[in-house]
């Protein structure tokens, strides 16, 4: 997903003016996305129908929030206003995803009690079946993803998350992920490779609008790609290996880290006698959850590729017996 909810906070601790916080990471994720979809699509991830349908209502979401950075910045009311939208919207997803967690689990123990066993798509918020209920033409069925409902529901999604992209610089990746699981019902492995087209192909649009407007600085957002081209690599193939809900799990383990540090940012700025502790605080919480999220795929990815191994000698031992 992306990953931009993290680095604009991170851009910003590390001294970037907001805006120019917004337009570097926007630049920066719009390439690491192109890059990423690329290998998702090899391992058919990516629902191309539905992403291009969203990106409609995406580029035009993030044209108004830009616009809205734009006038915030002149009213010199732009970190305030973007930081408290950020601690209020990660307060809200890490809530989602945590009492998603937690009935997704009472429903597995409700099923163990009858003796059946829980669909492995199944998911605890089915707020996606309500929805389907909307019958506005036009009604279209989308194969990969395996789900059929209004047009209209994947373009008003889609511009909603567009406009707090716009505002926050997150890329839609934050909130377009959990949208296309929780509101679409698209199933977590295609949402990720959904979530990374529609944010390359809206990305390069942003790109272009905030470097239009002068807050991008470029050599920044090339060296930030240098690393990670590298590491979107590494992510995607490790998604073969991480489960579904340990995604969503870290995920909002990660949500609640970077909102902490958000807060801290916030406190720094309200009293002076405690900047330089929080804004160290601060700091170092962003690269902890950064690198914790990093090293919980890399480590679920060499475990993948140690056990696929171990397990090829002895399906060719087993064929020779067979012979």
Not at 50 to 74: D, K, N
Not at 164 to 192: C, D, K, Q, R
Not at 206 to 221: D, F
Request: proline content about 3%; aromatic content about 10%; overall charge positive.
């Amino acid at each position: 997903m992306g990953g931009a909810w993290m680095v604009t906070p991170a851009l910003n601790i590390l001294g970037f003016p907001m805006a120019f916080a917004i337009g570097t990471d926007v630049t920066h994720m719009a390439g690491k996305s192109l890059i990423s979809t690329m290998r998702h699509s090899k391992f058919g991830n990516v629902d191309y129908k539905l992403g291009l349908i969203m990106v409609c209502g995406t580029v035009c979401g993030f044209e108004s929030g830009a616009r809205i950075i734009m006038w915030l910045e002149r009213i010199g009311q732009i970190n305030i206003v973007v930081r408290w939208l950020y601690v209020v919207l990660l307060t809200l997803i890490a809530w989602m995803v945590f009492a998603d967690a937690a009935k997704r689990k009472r429903k597995e123990r409700e099923a163990l009690a009858t003796g059946t066993k829980l669909d492995a798509m199944a998911t605890g918020l089915e707020w996606h079946k309500t929805l389907h209920k909307i019958n506005i033409p036009p009604i279209v069925n989308f194969k990969i993803s395996g789900i059929r409902c209004s047009a209209w529901l994947p373009i008003g999604v889609s511009f909603c998350t567009g406009l707090l992209a716009g505002i926050l610089g997150i890329g839609g990746g934050l909130i377009m992920m959990p949208a296309l699981i929780y509101l679409i019902g698209v199933p977590t492995h295609i949402a990720v490779g959904t979530d990374l087209f529609n944010v390359a192909i809206s990305g390069l649009y942003g790109a272009a609008t905030y470097s239009y407007k002068g807050r991008v600085e470029l050599v920044a957002a090339l060296i930030m790609l240098c690393g990670a081209a590298v590491g979107a690599q590494i992510g995607t193939v490790a998604t073969k290996y991480v489960k579904g809900y340990g995604i969503r799990i870290f995920f909002g383990f990660a949500v609640v880290g970077c909102g902490v540090s958000v807060i801290m940012k916030l406190l720094s700025g309200m009293s002076p006698a405690i900047k330089p502790f929080t804004d160290r605080a601060a700091t170092i919480l962003i690269f902890g959850v950064v690198s914790a999220i990093s090293l919980y795929i890399l480590i679920s990815f060499f475990k993948g590729v140690r056990n696929e191994r171990a397990q090829r000698p002895s399906n060719k031992t087993n064929s020779a017996h067979a012979d």
